[in-house]
């Protein structure tokens, strides 16, 4: 019973997780976190809360490319992206889930903040990453 308990959780936790993998291949993954990007900043600009946090759920769950990042990135270059990654990981999914607690509480001016921050991960690792992608 408690197994099944812990499995069900489980499934449940990892159906909601980022890391359910799509059918997507990397650039249409970033084609999307671009929308997303966009639509918050467009929710910054009208005062609309609801768009910004639509946003940043978006971005906080976004789909992983189909067969994992990491097969996209130059194999030169997969070491440096794997060692990279969490950092990224935590300034634009973090910097999401961030956005949405601070409009939570109204604070709009954090908010706008954070969500500055999180594009500047987004630019970062495209300079280190992006135009050195190997094949599909
Ligand atoms: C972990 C590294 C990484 C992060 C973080 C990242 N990107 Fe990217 N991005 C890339 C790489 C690599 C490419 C090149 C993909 C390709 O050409 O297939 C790319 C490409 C793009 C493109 C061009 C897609 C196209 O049609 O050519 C856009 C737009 C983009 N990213 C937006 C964003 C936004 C917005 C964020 C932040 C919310 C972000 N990216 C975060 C690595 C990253």
């Known amino acids: 019973m408690r197994k099944i308990a812990v499995f069900s959780l489980l499934m449940f936790a990892l159906s909601f997780s980022h890391e359910v993998e799509s059918e997507l291949n990397f650039k249409q993954v970033m084609q999307l976190v671009n929308q997303s ?23 906080a769950e976004h789909p ?10 130059d194999p030169s270059k997969r070491e440096e992206f794997m060692r990279f990654m969490p950092a990224f990981e935590k300034q634009v999914h ?7 607690k601070f409009l939570r ?32």
């Not at 992983?64 to 990135?73: A, C, D, Q």
């Not at 973090?94 to 949405?100: H, K, N």
């Open 37 to 59: 990007a966009t639509k918050m900043l467009q929710g910054f600009l009208l005062g609309n809360d609801a768009m910004v946090l639509e946003g940043a759920r978006e971005i």
């Open 64 to 73: 992983v490319p189909k067969g994992g990042p990491l097969r996209y990135i």
């Open 94 to 100: 973090g910097g999401a889930e961030e956005v949405m």
């Open 105 to 136: 509480e109204g604070k709009r001016d954090q908010a706008f903040k954070t969500y500055t921050n999180m594009l500047q991960g987004c630019i970062a690792c495209h300079e280190l990453f992006r135009d050195r992608i190997g094949g599909r």
